[in-house]
């Protein structure tokens, strides 16, 4: 007879597991379906609202500079009478308003983009507010613009336009730009490619806090030059840009006590600020925006060998073996069939990888290149009152985008001072990524060759000659040439072997104070369930005695994966390893029962209310089995765009958390069916 006592605990063990169970496989779908998220709309969901939030605030701020003074100038006839020193003429009020209008609704525009990013406006209405008040925006100075330029040339008067003016040329361009950004943004969204908000992390709103930052401190410190030297406001906001920037062209200097006194402060102030937005951009395009593009390529490789693969007849390595007669067909076990399948995966990152690094270099010299070449003939033609050839510009656009600065030439046009204001705020971040893309790629073999060269000449090794010749060709071949040497099989599980002699951690004070205290509370953990071991086995209990070591297991391996996490190089564990974690996770390498052939196209679900191909078939769905998946599929760990330790530490947690869960259930079902024992018995003895 049933214990209707009983009935209550095991429904709700039951649903505690098959909830554990939904999670787990939650937690793989988003893995994978992140991997599989086209570049094209990482670059809608996240490039293009950190830019508009990046340039956003640079357009307000030369908007700034637009209504700071009049548009145009008549230029005094006779010798030594040229634009920079004209006399005002003054704009009309309509003019004047309208460019206040136009820098009011850019505010409110970039203020509504700040509000949905911190979520506290809802994408439904911050969106339409941000890209109409934008694209108003530009509009208007468009209009202004245009009708700044109409009667500019009147007879007996020599007239010209000012830097506010071609600064609301530049203002309403990166206006329509970061607006027309903001509308892919929304496509995208309301298409169901991504969720409609943005989730950026803290660098990321950090940047655009820094960008902020420093479009501030760059105009405070021109206004207060204006005050202490004298100068026009716009020429300030110019010596504050190559100044901040240490370009140091040396067209302006402070000539009072005062201010050659206030540039000491203001100077390291500002460059501290720019260090801090140029490394955020290096953080944000050379890590997230690799890891993005490299995880988009390894997926490119994969499709292309599993094709040149089922071209050649290839594709039996890739079924699981279910017999013993296949293996003997095949000549490979199952185990020796995931082998072959992970370092062919193995093989794909390392080729991936390294075209990732090249082309990365190739884009970033590209936009360098194209800065340096567009940005001097746009000053040879803003130059052209002081005949400046087209090398001559050349020159001086090189100069300054290596910060060289020699000052032999100078911009002095109302035209050549803007543009050097905006194209040096480009170029600077640029020259950045072009050198940490060098640092991956050419320095790097330029180190390797001259190690090579020291050990064959004048430094010599320890190893032999030969040994060091052929471990060149290696080098140079590529990951794809040449035999790969087997891996050691370990007696000892290998996630016990502690670090890697050749990795190094980092991370900041906090994160290691952290790992500190996890590790001692894991080796507190690890204890219990020792003593509790023990102590099932001297009751005779295996089944707890196993448990309880099962549990030891866990908590010692996610300790020792804990000290991988801050690893530089990232930690790549070995086959071994792999087959390992797998097990202590509940699935053996030798079974073919989780594994199954590695899919070639497998088509994305970014909203969650449509199955895709890979996840068709009732028992692949049902919670009740596990999600079958190969080392060359889109569901392999190798594929996602988390870090192997990572991924191997979120899998140990969820093992463990429901593990833990299922022992506290177990033993409070044991209490609640003790507890209706003693009151069925004391019930039968008052009858």
């Not at 230029?75 to 003429?89: K, R, S």
């Not at 087209?390 to 600065?405: D, M, W």
Request: some cysteine; aromatic content about 10%.
């Amino acid at each position: 007879m049933n214990d209707p006592g009983l009935d209550e605990p095991i429904k709700q063990t039951s649903k505690g597991v098959e909830q554990d169970r939904k999670d787990e496989l939650e937690f793989q779908r988003e893995d994978e379906q992140a991997f599989l998220t086209p570049s094209r709309w990482w670059f809608a969901s996240t490039a293009f609202p950190l830019l508009a939030g990046t340039f956003g605030p640079m357009a307000s701020a030369f908007s700034v500079c637009a209504l700071a003074e009049n548009w145009r100038v008549i230029v005094p006839n006779g010798p030594g009478g040229n634009e920079a020193h004209g006399i005002d003429i003054k704009d009309p009020g309509w003019l004047i308003a309208i460019n206040t209008i136009s820098l009011l609704l850019a505010l409110v525009a970039n203020l509504a983009l700040l509000l949905n990013m911190a979520r506290r406006l809802s994408f439904a209405i911050a969106q339409p507010i941000t890209i109409v008040g934008w694209f108003i925006s530009s509009l208007l100075l468009v209009a202004l613009v245009v009708a700044a330029t109409y009667g500019l040339d009147l007879p007996g008067q020599n007239r010209a336009l000012t830097q506010a003016f071609y600064y609301a040329i530049i203002a309403s361009a990166l206006y329509f730009l970061i607006a027309a950004m903001m509308c892919v943004t929304v496509y995208g969204a309301y298409k169901g490619h991504y969720p409609q908000e943005f989730k950026l992390t803290m660098s990321q709103r950090t940047l655009m806090l820094q960008t902020i930052s420093f479009m501030v401190y760059m105009l405070g410190g021109a206004a207060v030059y204006y005050r202490v030297e004298g100068w026009q406001f716009l020429d300030c906001v110019y010596f504050t840009n190559y100044t901040l920037l240490t370009v140091g062209i040396g067209s302006y200097a402070p000539l009072t006590h005062t201010g050659r006194a206030l540039l000491f402060p203001y100077a390291i102030g500002g460059i501290v600020i720019l260090g801090l937005v140029v490394g955020s951009i290096r953080s944000l395009v050379l890590e997230r925006g690799k890891k993005k593009l490299g995880s988009r390529m390894v997926e490119r490789k994969r499709v292309q060998l599993l094709k040149k693969m089922q071209k050649r007849g290839q594709q039996k390595k890739l079924t699981p073996i279910a017999s013993e007669r296949q293996a003997d067909d095949l000549g490979m076990t199952e185990r020796e069939r995931r082998k072959f399948e992970f370092e062919l995966m193995r093989k794909i990152q390392d080729h991936a990888s390294q075209r990732q690094k090249w082309n990365a270099l190739f884009i970033s010299s590209s936009a360098w290149l194209i800065l340096w070449l567009v940005g001097a003939v746009v000053f040879w033609k803003a130059e052209h009152a002081q005949e400046w050839t087209y090398f001559g510009a050349l020159y001086f656009a090189y100069t300054s985008l290596l910060t060289i600065g020699y000052g032999d030439y100078k911009n002095f046009s109302n035209a050549g001072k803007p543009a050097f204001v905006f194209w040096s705020l480009l170029a600077v971040p640029t020259l950045t990524i072009v050198i940490s893309n060098m640092g991956d790629t050419v320095v790097k073999s330029i180190r390797d060759l001259t190690d090579y060269l020291g050990e064959f000449t004048v430094l010599p090794g320890e190893s032999p000659t030969r040994q060091r010749a052929r471990q060149l060709v290696t080098n140079i071949t590529g990951p794809f040439r040449g035999k790969q040497g087997r891996e050691k099989i370990m007696d000892e599980p290998p996630g016990m072997l502690g670090e890697k002699e050749d990795g190094s951690t980092q991370g900041t004070q906090g994160q290691q104070a952290m790992t500190r205290a996890t590790d001692g509370l894991a080796r507190d953990v690890e204890k219990e369930e020792l003593d509790a071991a023990d102590e099932a086995l001297k009751r005779g209990d295996e089944v707890s005695k196993d448990a309880h070591e099962y549990h030891y297991q866990l908590i010692r391996e996610f300790r020792n994966v804990m000290k991988h996490l801050d690893e530089n190089p990232p930690r790549r564990y070995t086959y071994e390893e792999w087959a390992w974690f797998l097990k202590l996770m509940g699935e053996d390498e030798d079974n073919q029962t989780s594994h199954r052939k590695a899919p070639i196209n497998v088509r994305n679900d970014y909203q969650g209310n449509r199955e895709p191909d890979m996840q068709k078939g009732g028992a692949e769905n049902s919670a009740d089995e596990r999600r079958q998946w190969s080392w060359l599929g889109n569901r392999s760990p190798l594929m996602g765009e988390m870090g192997e330790a990572e991924w191997v530490l979120e899998r140990l947690a969820i093992t463990l958390e429901k593990e833990l869960k299922r022992r506290h259930e177990c033993r409070k079902d044991r209490r609640d069916g003790e507890v209706g024992s003693e009151a069925e018995k004391g019930h039968d003895e008052q009858r």
